[in-house]
DNA sequence: ACACTATAGGTAGCAACGCTACGCAACATG
DNA sequence: CATGTTGCGTAGCGTTGCTACCTATAGTGT
């Protein structure tokens, strides 16, 4: 899967994973490569600058969980902005994908549901 | 929709347009513009730095017609190179569309066909 | 004890790509 | 004869994800 093909998807993917319930960054990518059999195995520096893009956004918020343990994580909720962003970017990517498979033709949707 | 989803995309589309027959820039432009309702109404500083790329990369040829005439336009077909590169751009935007999916759930095919 | 892997977070710099904003020209239409 | 459409082109820009690197803790193996 060629890198550039992400640009633009990522915040949605990363919405959706949140979605679920709050996670840290570790658990988001894992999400992320468990749901899709491996497909998105996103590097670190993927991950960590686009959920601090995120927060800065609105979109998320994140905390420091347990401080007084060793291993510091950083869990992140959806907030309300966020959860309607999400919205959008489903019906964005709906709308993106219907003129995509209109071009490319031939088989736009797995056959297999 | 945003301007960043479609990169990495782009050049499927174009390869796409072409595969009904050799066309010049403007006449892609209207295909794409078309085939999808007006969803990718692509401005012309993004068609043809993209059809150049698409040249030198060997997937398209190009050649300018009627040169006699006043109005010179720039024609394009599929190399053979094209035509395959084409047949993997359509199993690459599966391959994406089914890993997005996964992670957007929720109605990720359009269900009015 | 020591090495190694997995977990967990981070940043600087880069490359790619499509878009904006132009410019030029021929032809059609009113 | 002014405007709009067709047709091609480029320079420069902003955004974005990736590469490559760093730090640190926890667990596992030898």
């Known amino acids: 899967m060629r890198a550039e093909v992400l640009k633009g ?3 949605g993917l990363l919405l959706a994973a949140l ?3 709050p996670r840290h ?3 988001v990518r894992e999400s992320l490569r468990e ?3 491996g497909a998105f195995d996103l590097p670190t ?3 960590y600058p686009a959920l601090h893009r995120l927060e800065r956004a ?3 918020s994140g905390e420091w969980s347990s401080p007084e343990q060793g291993r510091r994580r950083r869990v992140y909720r959806l907030t ?3 959860r309607r962003a999400l919205g959008e970017e489903r019906g964005g990517w709906t709308a993106f994908a219907a003129a995509m498979s209109a071009v490319l033709g031939a088989e736009p949707w797995p056959t297999t549901r």
Chains 1, 2 share one sequence.
Do not use: F, K, N
């Open 25 to 27: 960054g570790y658990a």
């Open 45 to 47: 520096g993927t991950i």
């Open 19 to 21: 979605e679920a319930g």
């Open 58 to 60: 609105g979109l998320i």
């Open 9 to 11: 998807h990522l915040d």
């Open 35 to 37: 749901l899709t059999d």
């Open 80 to 82: 309300a902005r966020g």
